[in-house]
């Protein structure tokens, strides 16, 4: 049998490759926006993402509960608040921007923690956020930068996603996660849909262009799908503290990736930025050998 410090680390690895294709999504959803408007296109990305998690996964929605179908579409009513200002606020800001305002909330998650579990999240999962945090503003902030805004959306969607962690941390621990994922889907699919119904024209959909749909294609298995179906299963394991830290990380990798797309520019700050942000990540990691040490001498002293 796996010992408990292991599947946390094989949960906190899911959670860093979540954080990679989430990165990914920043660049080509910008790319996107250049072709439909921003709520129809988390729409229709949304619309197809709940097909495909139905024609697979239908069969755990019979192993949620009347509470658990609540709970998760609470679920997917946060998931909707985390799209739909990613979005909104990525038409008006840039993907490098948004990847590193959105980050924030690393350090809004332990806060949040402490507050509805009236306990604290560990002392090197706050050191861990405190250095995350500062790595992103070494790789974001520079003397010239201006506010709109698509930041101060990309500020809700912070929030949002924080939110987003800690009910999944606490959901996916009482129920089916697959379902979880499931309803999660179906819910901020309707939700989002409805949005756009009243806020936006219908899209032309004879102007959409093969690089189009290949670029959504991607969005909406590689970005969509296959993480937010991982998520759940790894946060069974994965404190939420771990989590947040992680998936802050997807500011680095969208930063990155949109260098290699093209939408922005790299520079020295960047990599100190980077650097920063992998201390904090180990500084948490670190905590999983360090309590496995402790054990094993208390063991050995027991032994004696």
């Known amino acids: 049998m796996a010992r408990p410090e292991n599947k946390v680390i094989f949960a906190d690895l899911a959670m860093l490759f979540i954080a990679i294709f989430w990165g990914s999504g920043y660049g080509v959803s910008h790319m996107l926006l250049r072709h439909m408007t921003p709520l129809w296109l988390i729409s229709f990305r ?43 606020g990525l038409a008006i800001t840039t993907p490098g921007k948004q990847s590193f305002i959105q980050c924030v909330h690393v350090v809004m998650v332990p806060v949040f923690y402490a507050l509805f579990y009236r306990r604290s999240p560990g002392l090197l999962n706050l050191l861990g956020a405190v250095i995350t945090t500062a790595g992103l503003l070494v790789m974001a902030f520079t003397p010239d930068m201006s506010f709109n805004a698509g930041d101060l959306l990309s500020l809700v969607l912070a929030l949002f996603i924080a ?83 992680l998936m802050a990380t997807e500011g680095l990798w969208g930063y990155f990736i949109a260098v290699v797309m093209g939408e922005e520019t790299l520079n020295s700050q960047v990599l100190l930025g980077g650097i920063v942000i992998f201390i904090g990540v180990m500084l948490v990691e670190s905590q999983m050998f360090l309590r496995r040490n402790i054990e094993e001498k208390d063991l050995n002293i027991d032994k004696m």
């Open 46 to 88: 949304f619309f197809f993402s709940s097909i495909l998690v139905m024609m697979v996964f239908r069969k755990r929605l019979t192993l949620l509960t009347r509470k658990d179908m609540f709970l998760a579409c609470l679920g997917g009513v946060i998931l909707s608040g985390v799209f739909i200002s990613h979005i909104l």
């Open 163 to 245: 939110l987003h962690v800690l009910a999944v941390g606490n959901f996916c621990r009482r129920m089916d996660p697959l379902g979880l994922g499931v309803v999660q889907f179906l819910s901020a699919s309707f939700i989002i849909i409805i949005f756009a119904l009243i806020s936006e024209p219908l899209p032309k959909m004879g102007d959409l262009t093969f690089n189009f749909w290949v670029g959504f294609s991607y969005v909406v298995v590689m970005v969509t799908v296959i993480p937010f179906l991982i998520q759940p299963m790894a946060q069974r394991y994965s404190p939420d503290t771990h989590a947040a830290i």
